[in-house]
Nanobody, 119 residues
C-alpha cells in the first residue's frame, strides 16, 4: 500500500522559509519521478515541482521558479521541498505525489501539510 506522509508546514511570515518533507513507503520510491502539488481553499490542484527518479532533473511552475527547490534522498525514501521568499499566494495544502507535471497521481495518497503565509 502506497503511503506518503507530508510534514514541515506551518505559519510563516511573507519572505520566510519552510522545508517540507514527504516520507514514502509501500512502493519502490527510487524508481519513481515525484512531484509536489498544492491546493488552495476552493481551488483545484496546482502542480508545483517535479524531480526525476535519480534526482538529476527538476522542473518548476513559473509561480515558484527561483524560490523553491525540490530534492530527494532515495536512501531515506524521502522527498523535500525547500521554500524561500514565501508569498501569501503560496498559502495552500501541499501534497507529494508520484509522477510528473502531466501525470501526477491525484487524488493524493497522503493528508498533505498546511502552509500559511501571513503577517
Amino acid at each position: 500500500e502506497v503511503q506518503l506522509v507530508e510534514s514541515g508546514g506551518g505559519l510563516v511570515q511573507p519572505g520566510g522559509s519552510l522545508r517540507l518533507s514527504c516520507a514514502a513507503s509501500g512502493f519502490t520510491f527510487r524508481i519513481y519521478g515525484m512531484s509536489w502539488v498544492r491546493q488552495a481553499p476552493g481551488k483545484g490542484p496546482e502542480w508545483v515541482s517535479a524531480i526525476n527518479s535519480g534526482g538529476g532533473s527538476t522542473s518548476y511552475s513559473d509561480s515558484v521558479k527561483g524560490r523553491f527547490t525540490i530534492s530527494r534522498d532515495n536512501a531515506k525514501n524521502t522527498l523535500y521541498l525547500q521554500m524561500n521568499s514565501l508569498k501569501a499566494e503560496d498559502t495552500a495544502v501541499y501534497y507529494c505525489a508520484t509522477g510528473g507535471y502531466s501525470n501526477y497521481h491525484w487524488p493524493p495518497w497522503g493528508q498533505g501539510t498546511q502552509v500559511t503565509v501571513s503577517s
